[in-house]
């Protein structure tokens, strides 16, 4: 794991299309999700919008870890990254605004949905492979 990310794990993330994160809950069970994310390279931070088991667990334990990858049968080609991030709620201001507009602009399902708030998972650190 390194703590800086490279231009081609941002523009990775930037071009995912589905992320997987994975949660703790308070009796430490796991639990992994597929979400769709929209990621801030500036801030290092993907954002969900979300309030299933994932929302639920984020809030008891603020830790997560994001996947993303391209799978191939040509194993040659996989590619991927995994990130550990910190959890904060979002429900106002610039940054849900921001949240807000990186979302509907990547994902034409979120255009016509109100989203009153966002988990963002600010990158602490990851590891990629095939980028």
Request: proline share 2%.
């Given at each position: 794991m390194h703590?800086?990310?490279?231009?081609?794990?941002?523009?990775?993330?930037?071009?995912?299309r589905?992320?997987?994160i994975a949660s703790v809950d308070r009796r430490g069970a796991t639990h992994v999700a597929p979400l769709c994310h929209a990621f801030d390279p500036t801030?290092?931070?993907?954002?969900?919008a979300t309030d299933?088991?994932?929302?639920?667990?984020?809030r008891a334990r603020r830790r997560a870890a994001i996947e993303c990858?391209?799978?191939?049968?040509?194993?040659d080609?996989?590619?991927?990254?995994?990130?550990?991030?910190r959890a904060k709620f979002i429900r106002g201001g610039a940054e849900l605004?921001?949240?807000r507009r990186?979302?509907?602009?990547?994902f034409e399902q979120y255009r016509d949905t109100e989203i009153e708030s966002v988990i963002a998972l600010h990158v602490e650190s990851a590891t990629s492979w095939g980028l």
């Amino acid at each position: 794991m390194h703590r800086r990310l490279s231009t081609k794990e941002k523009r990775f993330l930037q071009r995912a299309r589905v992320s997987r994160i994975a949660s703790v809950d308070r009796r430490g069970a796991t639990h992994v999700a597929p979400l769709c994310h929209a990621f801030d390279p500036t801030r290092r931070t993907a954002y969900v919008a979300t309030d299933g088991l994932t929302a639920k667990n984020l809030r008891a334990r603020r830790r997560a870890a994001i996947e993303c990858d391209d799978y191939y049968e040509d194993w040659d080609r996989l590619r991927g990254l995994v990130a550990h991030a910190r959890a904060k709620f979002i429900r106002g201001g610039a940054e849900l605004a921001r949240a807000r507009r990186l979302l509907k602009a990547k994902f034409e399902q979120y255009r016509d949905t109100e989203i009153e708030s966002v988990i963002a998972l600010h990158v602490e650190s990851a590891t990629s492979w095939g980028l």
